[in-house]
């Protein structure tokens, strides 16, 4: 099969197909946004790839739970995706559901900002204003050490995520607010800010 450069919209559309839960969708819009914002602040050529990636990452967590970044393959190799794309996404749940490890840079920074920004997410949720526009690093390195508050959230794996990307975790924190900061009012976190 012709391999296919997948556009945005494209991208959308699968993401609907198999996920129908807001959250799950919000959380691809979030994911999206902060890649597309390291893109940038990397000056990587191909920010739209990079975005697309984030997009679909959890394509078939919805319907296939069990089978997480696995079915992924599947799914895609079926629509002529692009091998790289493909690895990059199956990278992201190295050591978790998956044995790829993420070798390049999209591929670590779409590992370690995965789970941060669940973590900023319901950080934010709590807050008065309920928004990331005014959200600090120093309230989400508060939330990181209570281990009872989103106890879902692999923090190993962001660790590990920043020592692959050579990252200070303050700086990870700080761009993974700001990649969100663009999508706010979409990802239902824009909030009372006045």
């Known amino acids: 099969m012709e391999k296919v450069i997948p556009t945005r919209e494209q991208a959308f559309e699968l993401l609907k197909e198999f996920n129908k839960s807001e959250s799950l969708i919000k959380h691809a819009l979030s994911v999206e946004a902060v890649m597309r914002h390291f893109a940038e602040l990397f000056n990587e050529k191909d920010v739209e790839k990079w975005g697309i990636i984030g997009l679909v990452h959890d394509l078939d967590y919805e319907m296939y739970p069990e089978q997480h970044c696995k079915k992924v393959r599947e799914i895609l190799t079926e629509r002529g995706w692009p091998e790289d794309y493909i690895r990059a996404i199956e990278s992201h749940g190295w050591g978790i559901c998956s044995d790829v490890k993420p070798e390049e840079r999209m591929e670590k920074v779409l590992y370690t900002i995965d789970e941060l920004t669940g973590l900023i997410t319901a950080t934010v949720l ?31 794996v962001i660790e590990k995520g920043g020592e692959l990307l050579g990252m200070e975790m303050d700086a990870i924190i700080v761009e993974t607010i700001k990649g969100m900061r663009k999508v706010a009012e979409e990802i239902g976190l824009k909030g009372e800010v006045q």
């Open 126 to 156: 709590l807050r008065p204003t309920k928004s990331i526009l005014d959200l600090e690093t120093k309230s989400v390195k508060k939330k990181w050490k209570q281990k009872g508050f989103a106890a879902g959230v692999n923090r190993e």
